[in-house]
């Protein structure tokens, strides 16, 4: 790595004003452009400049500045502050932040409360009512249903809209619902649930794993791997990991990509593309551990003092002979199959000769990054795919080293600053995120042992009431849309769902009684930074202009529910408006972190605060590997476990009722066939192609999917190889129909070699246009997913999709 590049020191807290961040190297001297200055930008008579923020869930938050003019936002700017250093860079938006005015002003909008009166949900018919009417009826409602079912049959939707501001985030509703007896849990997300609940079992902690930051990689790594990760899509700030990634690259940093599409990250980043079919992963690596085992490439010390389970002589008490994952790979295992390259080639479709040099380039390459996305693990049985990647970090002796890190997401600093309290739910009772239409549906068959049901041995009561906050879980982003409405439909199991969103989507057109939330230029927050790598910041969100039509900002709405019911006063503590939230948020991070927050009315200013940690960049684990006997890891042998007795037991215990391939559990990441994999659609002649669905640019799942501009230069269409394309006779932007027993949309096509031949993938979230006939012209892909949960963590293995694809 070059000399300009090493990082001298690392600054503590460098706040924009006196921030003196140490310089790494300026994107004047990398090339790369330069910030536009203001008077290019600005709009010569605007009245006021605002600051703001898009503070939608694609893992960045990037301020915004909102120019006003006649109380009407005339357009916004980009960060100004900072500058084009690593470590006080400017926060960049993309794309979709800068076209914020088109999603403050969409026809889409709701303008007031409205009420069903769709004889079905999703006849998608409403009337009109006041903000008094709506609350009344709320509070008649909850009241109805704690009385009648109890708070275990009152549940909060997943919704990612508003992901970590912290007023919004919760918009008071948990804070309500707490306080009126409880609700329904959920575990785990939409984003890594797979991967959260393994990494339980083989790290021992208790969410996903992080690994060690990019920041990390660009000082002191030879190798990056991105490993079903798509930083430049996904991570698209110039604040987050596009601006990380990209000058990891700059640096001279070898990149090489694993991912069944030539994603935008690896046409930009990559050295070299590992093209494998998807699901596979744990294929691959079993193969490339062949080669490392072969040629005595693996760490052995590494592995004989951090970790049990690697081999025969490392083996937890109680476990059976040969069952290490050593045995596992030379076929001594209960499949007798060795996991050459040769048979790991015939699952991925990756040469042998391929696998054989990628290992080798990884086994030598010290230290080396594998930074896993969260691709890989959003399949049936993702969790031994999710695994399989930690275990490669393990056999290469990365873990815990600078340059190295855990075979999990890069790493970040998580922000100081505090969310609004939300108080204590009463219940603990908690199903996995995904599993909620399950929970309306078939809620007394679900059991711990079965169902993942957690905090009791099984549900007493279905869902009867749902709030559905900055979401669009109940007609866009949760698996099989045919069959969630469906279920929604019959309103004899939900009782009542209350929708609050800014955009009339798709999910909102489900509700009983939709409330029409501000944008953030209409209200006051605090906004953290959150996957952005090791520089944290927060962002002023000042209201810009007056509430559009006859919105109200969810905290003053969940206030006025808890007085409608008689406890206004517990909930608000003393405060009355939005403002005073988020005052209290700016009061509450500098009472706990003395000296170093701006105030509140300095932040009003300044916009951007950035801050870094005097621990330097992350370093997962480092304590662990420093010293393994003093800091050991939370699972039963306090090591690295690569074969599970606790996974041995539960493989034992747990039920998989109506099982598909792949509902099993094994105690070593051992690659397993599943339903709609790699091995059925070679076989299936109906529905013969894999179909994944990757975060997609255009949007931020659905959210920006309505704004015509974006619709114009990032076209929804579906990815297909050359040759599944001759063989149809499709040629590029020819509209096709992907079907399955399902669901079927209609799309284009793209045609491309981009993407493994036998695999197609539909850019998430884009939003539905259901025709008389069922078919979605929008092209939704979550009209072709399925509601089979995973096996461990009863999750979305939204990305595993068998289906055919047809001109229309
Ligand atoms: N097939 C498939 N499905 C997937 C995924 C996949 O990879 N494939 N990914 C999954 C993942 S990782 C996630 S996180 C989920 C995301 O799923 P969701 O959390 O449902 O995300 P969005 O579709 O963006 O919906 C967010 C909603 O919040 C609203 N919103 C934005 N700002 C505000 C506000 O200020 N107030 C209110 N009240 N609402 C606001 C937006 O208008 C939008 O309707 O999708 C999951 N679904
Ligand atoms: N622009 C934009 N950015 C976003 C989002 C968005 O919707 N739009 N969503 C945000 C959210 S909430 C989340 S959770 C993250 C999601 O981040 P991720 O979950 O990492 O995103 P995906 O696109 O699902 O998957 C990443 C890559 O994995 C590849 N992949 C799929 N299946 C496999 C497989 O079996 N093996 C391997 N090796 N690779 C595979 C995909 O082709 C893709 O390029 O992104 C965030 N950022
Ligand atoms: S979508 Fe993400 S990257 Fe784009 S402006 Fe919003 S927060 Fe920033
Ligand atoms: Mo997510």
Not at 186 to 206: E, K
């Amino acid at each position: 790595m070059s000399e300009t590049l090493s990082r001298r020191s690392f600054v503590k807290w460098s706040g924009v004003a006196g921030g003196s961040a140490a310089l790494v190297a300026t994107a004047a001297q990398l090339g790369m452009p330069q910030a536009r200055s203001e008077a290019v930008d600005g709009v010569a008579d605007a009245e006021a400049t605002v600051w703001s923020a898009c503070v939608v869930n694609c893992g960045s938050r990037c301020p915004l500045r909102l120019q006003v003019k006649d109380g009407t936002v005339v357009r916004v700017l980009p960060d100004n502050t900072g500058d084009d250093t690593l470590w006080n860079r400017q926060i960049r938006a993309c794309v979709r932040g800068r076209n914020m005015r088109e999603r403050i002003y969409n026809p889409d909008r709701i303008k007031k409360p409205l009420k069903r009166v769709g004889a079905k949900r999703s006849d998608g018919e409403f009337e009109e009512i006041s903000w008094d009417e709506a609350i009344d009826l709320i509070a008649e409602k909850l009241q109805y249903t704690y009385d009648t079912y109890g708070p275990e049959a009152v549940y909060k939707q997943y919704g990612s809209g508003v992901w970590n501001a912290h007023v919004a985030n919760s918009g008071g509703w948990a804070r309500l619902l707490n306080l009126l007896g409880g609700h329904l849990n959920y575990y785990g997300n939409y984003s890594y649930l797979q991967i959260s609940q393994c990494t339980r079992y083989f790290y021992g902690s208790p969410d996903e794993q992080i690994s060690n930051s990019i920041e990390d990689a660009i000082e002191n790594s030879k190798l990056l791997v991105l490993w079903g990760n798509n930083p430049l899509e996904t991570r698209m700030s110039g604040g987050g990991n596009t601006y990380t990634a990209t000058l990891a690259k700059k640096a001279g940093l070898k990149i090489i990509v694993v991912d069944p599409r030539y994603s935008d990250s690896a046409s930009v980043l990559a050295d070299d593309w590992i093209a494998l079919r998807p699901g596979t992963d744990a294929a691959l690596v079993a193969g490339m551990a062949h080669v490392m085992i072969t040629e005595n490439l693996h760490d052995q010390d590494f592995l004989d003092t951090y970790c049990v389970g690697f081999d025969e002589k490392h083996m937890p008490e109680g476990a059976p002979k040969n069952a290490s994952y050593r045995s596992y790979v030379e076929g001594k295992g209960e499949d007798g199959i060795e996991k050459t390259p040769e048979w790991a080639a015939d699952i991925t479709g990756v040469p042998a000769s391929k696998i054989r040099s990628f290992a080798r380039e990884v086994a030598t390459a010290k230290p080396a990054n594998i930074a896993q996305g969260w691709g890989p693990q959003r399949h049936a049985n993702g969790e031994n795919s999710a695994n399989a990647i930690y275990l490669l970090a393990a056999l290469t002796g990365n873990v815990g080293i600078p340059g190295g890190g855990t075979g999990g997401r890069e790493g970040y600093l998580w922000p100081y600053t505090p969310w609004i309290d939300d108080g204590v739910n009463p219940v603990t009772t908690a199903i996995s995120c995904y599993k909620w239409t399950d929970a309306i549906s078939r809620a007394e068959e679900m059991t711990a042992t079965r169902d993942g049901v957690q905090g009791k041995d099984r549900l007493e009561v279905g869902i009867k009431f749902m709030v559905v906050y900055g979401s669009n879980m109940l007609a866009s982003q949760h698996g099989d849309i045919n069959r969630t409405r469906e279920i929604l439909d019959d309103d004899s199991m939900c009782e009542f769902i209350v929708g609050m969103d800014n955009q009339m989507n798709a999910s909102m057109k489900m509700c009983d009684l939709v409330l029409p939330d501000t944008t953030t230029a209409e209200r006051w927050d605090i906004v953290p930074s959150e996957y952005t790598g090791d520089m944290a910041y927060e962002i002023m969100i000042a209201q810009a202009i007056d509430p559009l039509y006859e919105s109200r900002s969810s905290i003053e709405v969940t206030g006025a529910i808890a007085e409608r019911m008689g406890i206004g006063d517990e909930f608000a503590e003393g405060k009355k408006t939005t403002e005073d939230w988020a005052r209290w948020v700016q009061d509450t991070a500098r009472e706990n972190n003395p000296g170093m927050f701006p105030t509140f009315d300095e932040l009003i200013e300044q916009g951007v605060f950035r801050y870094t940690s005097p621990d330097g960049p992350t370093v997962a684990l480092k304590e662990f590997r420093d010293d393994p006997e003093a800091n050991p890891l939370a699972t039963p042998s306090g090591k690295i476990e690569i074969y599970s007795s606790t996974l041995a037991q539960m493989a034992k215990e747990w039920e998989f009722p109506n099982p598909l391939p792949g509902d099993e559990l094994t105690p070593i990441p051992a690659y397993v066939e599943t339903w709609e994999g790699q091995a059925e659609a070679r076989t299936n002649e109906k529905y013969p192609l894999q179909c994944i669905g990757h975060h997609f640019k255009g949007r931020t799942h659905s959210t920006y999917g309505n704004l015509e501009s974006l619709r114009d230069i990032h076209h929804q269409r579906v990815w297909i190889n050359d040759a599944d394309a001759r063989k149809r006779g499709i040629v590029s932007d020819d509209r096709v129909t992907v079907s399955n027993d399902r669901g079927t949309i209609s799309l284009p096509a793209m045609v491309t070699p981009r993407i493994v031949p036998g695999v197609i993938s539909v850019p998430q979230g884009a939003w539905i246009e259901i025709d008389k006939d069922g078919v979605d012209h929008g092209g939704a892909v979550n009209m072709l997913t399925s509601l089979h949960p995973t096996p461990l963590a009863k999750g979305n293995g939204q990305h595993t999709n068998l289906v055919e694809v047809a001109k229309a």
